[in-house]
């Protein structure tokens, strides 16, 4: 049996490093990328078996990327590897696609046994929040779903502006004229209700888009 291939993508370099001398002992590791477009790209032309993949990435998050990915139709395994402790966002990430959600705090052992499980067609959640879950999955039950959702292109609009890119910058990214990139960040402020950049920032921590971190 051929042995499975693992791609890293987080931007924390000391962090990569290290997965990466992890995870050489169990696994075929094929290469690490920095930001999510990268891992689009490299999941293309890499065909991975598995993705171990941050939130926090510039240019796409990791939610985003793997949205991405399984729109695509990718069939490889994602693991959602962040320092964020939130059963809301574990819920999110296997609502995105993902197979498992490991906390960095507990990476090691952890991230090993999580990518054999789901290797084998299961799906990992770390044990520090599972009881949590069980409270966040309650609450979706009885949620009356109002909240004003933006599309994924808004998502990547929204990420970048956030990150402090021009709309040249923008449109450039994502292979979009300019005015095309105005006339979204007008839809994004009517959709959010908001009237500055610095709101929209706001917005974006708040989605998890971009991280204080």
Known sequence: MA?????????????????ELMLKESFNFIGTVTDGR???????RLKPDVIVADISMPLLNGLDATRQLRSSGSTAKIVILTMHADPHLASEAFRA????????????EELVRAINEILQGRVYLTPLIARDMITVLMEAKGEPGGEVKLTPRQ??????????????????????????AETHKYEIMEVL???????????????????LE
Not at 3 to 19: E, F, N
Not at 38 to 44: F, G, I, N, V
Not at 202 to 208: D, E, G, K
């Open 3 to 19: 042995i499975p291939k693992v791609l890293i993508a987080d931007d924390h370099t000391i962090v990569a490093q290290g997965l």
């Open 155 to 180: 998502r990547e609009v929204l990420q970048l502006i956030a990150e402090g890119r021009t709309m040249k910058e923008v449109a450039t990214i994502l292979n979009i004229s300019s005015r095309t």
């Open 193 to 211: 209700s908001v009237r500055t950049t610095a709101e929209l920032v706001q917005h974006a921590i708040r989605l998890r888009l971009i991280s």
């Open 97 to 108: 696609g993902a197979s498992a959600f490991v906390l960095k705090q507990s990476a090691g």
């Open 38 to 44: 990268a891992l689009l790209e490299a999941a293309e």
